[in-house]
């Protein structure tokens, strides 16, 4: 017992100072503690940024989109050349909706998106990309589209039920309007600025001027309008219409060759016009060349007269090629039965391959020809005799 007693007492006092320390404890137990609150703080940070990526991800595929069908009515124009995005910046520039990509997700699902044409739709407001997509396909929406076709006049023709089929000035009034409450040019502007306009202003080419001014102011426009599409915009004036329309006719005219064409036939450029008129007038496209080699055969002989029943009828506003007597012998600068040479001025629209054979007319002696077939297959004699016969087998067909 004193042995064990002793080595107590005797214990090294480095073995004392080993003893636990209390201030030492707190300060590992706070560097603990920060070091805890340090790794909490930073998956706090990660979590946060976790949390805000995933936000920006999701804000980057989100776009606005209106709700419905819409209201009200917006004219917007496809240009050529334009993509679906680009139709779809025109369309929320606009409101028709809330976003580009509203209108470019909805096109994702329906392939009939390409088959878009340029000119002028009729939308609404505010729409939702689906609504606007299907508006814009469906046949309701083109307005301002107007179909001018080879033969057609500026003036409205007598129709056989005794109405009136519109010409290319009514048309052109006709597709101004648009919507519920449109601002309509009406047929009698369209009218009077075709007779009384400057025709330079309005794009009538510098060959044309000349001819075209000394002509009855209702007929000066006559056959400077080529067959085509135009697309003209709702609301638009009469003048504004007729220019534009001019113009690309002008353009659409010398691509068909004028006035290159008429260089080598001794005729003038407006003199062709008139003859590919009358031959448009006249036949069906396949009889074109032979029909011009009459005309130019009776203009050729200085004693026959043209007598083309189709000039007859054009200051009446009849598109038949069967004339009354009575007026044939009706005195006026179109009765070309009376008076020798052309008329004054073309007869109707006409097409680039009736100007063709009105510069290259077929090789023949021709000088009569009559439509003897019902699908208007015309055919041509060389004496009046054959003529007639002709005429007869017309009738027994039912073609005349």
Not at 163 to 174: F, K, N, Q, V
Not at 216 to 236: A, F, Q, S, T, W
Request: hydrophobic letters at 35%.
């Amino acid at each position: 017992m004193t042995d064990d007693l002793g080595l107590f007492a005797d214990e090294p006092d480095d073995r004392r100072r080993r003893a636990p320390d209390p201030e030492r404890f707190r300060r590992r137990k706070r560097r603990r503690l920060v070091t805890a609150l340090a790794g909490l703080f930073v998956l706090v940070l990660v979590g946060v940024g976790v949390l805000y990526g995933a936000s920006q991800i999701m804000q980057i595929g989100a776009y606005d989109d209106y709700d419905g069908e819409g209201t009200g009515d917006v004219v917007i124009e496809v240009k050529p050349g334009d993509t679906v995005s680009a139709i779809g910046r025109t369309l929320a520039q606009q409101d028709v909706v809330a976003s580009t990509k509203a209108f470019t997700k909805a096109a994702e699902e329906n392939r009939q998106i390409n088959s878009i044409q340029p000119g002028y739709y009729l939308m609404r407001g505010k729409m939702s990309g689906e609504a606007a997509v299907a508006h814009i396909l469906s046949p309701k929406a083109k307005v301002g589209r107007v179909d001018i076709r080879g033969g057609m006049r500026l003036e409205d023709q007598l129709a056989p039920d005794g109405g009136h089929t519109p010409g290319i000035l009514t048309r052109l009034a006709e597709a101004t309007c648009a919507g519920e409450n449109p601002a309509c040019t009406t047929s009698e502007e369209m009218h009077h600025i075709a007779a009384t306009a400057d025709l330079k202003s309005l794009g009538v080419p510098e060959w044309a001027i000349a001819d075209a001014s000394k002509a009855e102011p209702e007929r000066r426009l006559e056959g400077l309008i080529m067959p085509g599409i135009y697309d003209v915009k709702p609301g638009e004036s009469a003048e504004n219409v007729l220019r534009d329309v001019v113009t690309r006719s002008a353009a659409a005219l010398e691509v068909a060759g004028l006035p290159q064409r008429a260089e080598g036939t001794g005729r003038t450029p407006y003199e062709l016009l008139t003859i590919a008129s009358i031959v448009q007038s006249e036949a069906i496209t396949k009889d074109f060349a032979q029909v011009a080699r009459v005309i130019e055969n009776r203009l050729q002989q200085p004693a026959m007269r043209l007598g083309m029943d189709s000039t007859i009828n054009y200051p009446l506003d009849k598109p038949s090629l069967l004339t009354d007597p009575k007026d044939r012998e009706r005195p006026g600068p179109y009765n070309t039965y009376m008076n020798f040479g052309l008329p004054p001025t073309p007869i109707s629209t006409a097409s680039k391959e009736a100007l063709e054979a009105a510069e290259r007319p077929a090789e023949g002696n021709w000088r009569y020809f009559v439509k003897c077939y019902p699908d208007g297959t015309s055919c041509f004699a060389d004496t009046y005799e054959q003529h007639r016969a002709y005429i007869d087998e017309a009738r027994a067909r039912g073609a005349f």
